[in-house]
C-alpha cells in the first residue's frame, strides 16, 4: 500500500509538470502580468519604459542611485591591484589597458522607470575613473562616452536582454583600439563601413526570460547584424581565439560575457587574439603566449562589487 501511494503521489507530480498546457499558461499569464505591470520590479528584473528591461543583480539599484559609493580604502586597492598588474606586464614588455564596460542603465538611463533616481550623481565608476586620473597612470578606458554617442547611427544595447549587441561590441572595440593606438603606433580601427549593417528583429533576451516570459513571444528590435565586406581579410576563428595573417601583434583579453561581441571584430587589429572568460589574469598563459597586449574587460556591476584583494591573491603575478 506504501508503494502504491507513492506512484500515485509521483504519477500527480509527473502529470502536472508535464500537462500539455501548463508552460503554455505559465508564460500566458507572465506575459499578462508583464503587459500590466511594466514599470514594477520583478525578480533580479526592473521593466522600465517602452518595454526596455534592466538587470537587478549585484544592488543595481543602490549603485545607480548613488548610495553605495567607495571607501577610499576601496580606491587604493583597486589601483594597487591595476598597476601591480601593468608593471608585472611591462616587465615583459606587454602593454595593459583595462575596460569597463557599462552597466546598460550607464547608457540609456531614459529607459529607466520614473521611481528610479538618483541620490547622487556619482556612481563608482565616476569615482573610480576620477581617482585614477588623479593618482595614477594605467591606461583605462571609460567607454560610456563613446556608446553614448554612437546611439545616433543605431542601438548600441538590447532592450530583453543584459549585454551589449553587437554594434555595442564594435564600439568598444573601436575605442580600444584608438587607446591603444597611443602605446602601440600602427593599430587603426576598424571602419564601420567595413561592414554590412542590418537592424534584425529576433526573440526576447535573457532578462525576458528571467521575468519567465516566453522570449518566442516578446520581439527584440534592438539586434544590430554587422557584416563584414570584401575588403576585410578572413579571420580563422576557434572557440576562443582568432587568427589574421595580415596583420603583426597579438593580445589575450581577459572577459566576461561583455567580451563575446567583440570578438568577431579585435581580431581585424592583432595576428592573434586569445580570449579567457575570466576576470583575473593568467600568469601561465601570458608566460607561454608572450602578448604584445593584455586586455582587461569587467562590466560595470561586476567591477562595483569584486574585491581587488581577492583577484590580487588568485593571480599571484610575482
Known sequence: MVGLKEYIVRLETYFNDHFGFRKRLIHWHNNWKYLLFRDKIGTDVIIGRDDWLFYTDGQMVEHYRGVRQFTPQDLLDWQTLLEHRRDWLAQRGIKYIFVVAPDKQSIYSEQLPAWLTKVRPDTKLDQFLAHMRAHSTVDILDLRPALRD?????????????????????????EIVKNLSKQQPGLKPLSLDSFEQENKLTHGGDLANLLGLDVTEISEDNTILLTPKT???PLETGANFTRNSKVQGSAIVFHDSFGDAMKPFLGYSFGKVIYLGQHNLDAGSIEREKPTIVISEIVEREFNVNDPNKLMTKEMLK
Open 231 to 233: 575588403n576585410l581579410p
Open 150 to 174: 554612437a546611439r545616433r547611427i543605431a542601438p548600441t544595447y538590447y532592450k530583453t536582454d543584459t549585454h551589449w549587441n553587437l554594434f555595442g561590441g564594435f564600439v568598444a572595440c573601436q
